[in-house]
């Protein structure tokens, strides 16, 4: 029974900076520890792309390099699952079905890689976000 990570988890366990750091790192060495985590291709290009963003919300700024050598440590850590055309083709069904928009779509992504890995929870900290993509008592928030 694996887990899924959202890209909120991994950004929280790979920075100190985060304000979540502890707990979310925490949550990700117990859980590597005892089941298999997943995380969808699309959270290792979120993760890197807020490693370095700038602008007011860019807490890390952290140069393309040193964001490539933490991406790299986290996938080394997790199952990575790609979507397919007809993957994406299921996400924007679910989405639609359950009137999802904007940019609420990417969690309907990483819930896509979910259920295509057959994780049984997500691990997040925007439980809010992703209550319309997945079941609220399934999911998890370090």
Known sequence: M???ADTSVLVAASHRAHPRHDAALSWLQQATARTEVVASGHALAELYGTLTRRGTRGMFRLPPRDAERIVTRMRRRLRIVTLTATDYREAITVAVDRGVTGGEFYDALHAQAARKA?????????????????????LIVP
Not at 121 to 138: E, H
């Open 2 to 4: 694996a887990i899924c």
């Open 118 to 138: 057959g994780a049984s929870k997500i691990a997040t900290l925007n439980y809010d976000d992703f209550k319309r993509v997945w079941a609220p008592s399934q």
